[in-house]
């Protein structure tokens, strides 16, 4: 199913999701999306700088050098920070604009990775989009039933 990615009720992009827990699918930007790409960006390229030296010991993905950037452990927890508080306001739409409760959404950009932002959505642990119904239970034996006898 086709979805709207939110960022404050602004859509930053559309994306179609599979029927997985979670689901994914891969982002088609909206032009606002640049206004939320640049932390979940520096995050993304953090974790691929992370890997860099598996291609030392043989292993190969494309790296961009123009993404590796030495960082102090405190700056990475401060990018990986400003990348939650961006996921902290994503919201989940349908096409039509009615909300979709979600429990997190995850969104994985780098400017190392020549493809399009990845998201991940975990419905499970999200509250319902209408109130449960709970039908009351008669006592067994009715109304007018004593306790069971001893």
């Known amino acids: 199913m086709t979805f709207i990615l939110l960022h404050a009720g602004v859509p930053i992009g559309r994306l179609h999701l599979d029927e997985g827990e979670p689901a994914a699918g891969s982002l088609a930007p909206l032009p606002a999306y640049e206004s939320v790409a640049g932390p979940l960006r520096r995050e993304g390229d953090l974790l691929w700088r992370r890997r860099a030296p598996s291609v030392a010991s043989g292993r190969s993905f494309a790296l961009d050098a123009r993404s590796v950037v030495a960082t102090p452990a405190s700056s990475d927890e401060r ?3 400003e990348a939650d508080i961006v996921r902290e306001h994503l919201e989940l739409a349908t096409e039509d604009g009615q909300q979709v409760p979600v429990a997190w959404i995850d969104v994985a950009d780098a400017a190392a990775q020549a493809e399009p932002p990845f998201v ?10 209408v109130p449960a ?10 109304a007018n039933a004593g306790p069971p006898a001893a």
Request: aromatic share 8%; glycine share 14%.
């Open 79 to 81: 990018v990986c920070r």
């Open 120 to 129: 991940l959505v975990y419905f499970r642990d999200a509250p319902a989009g």
């Open 133 to 142: 119904r709970v039908a009351r239970r008669r006592p067994i034996g009715g």
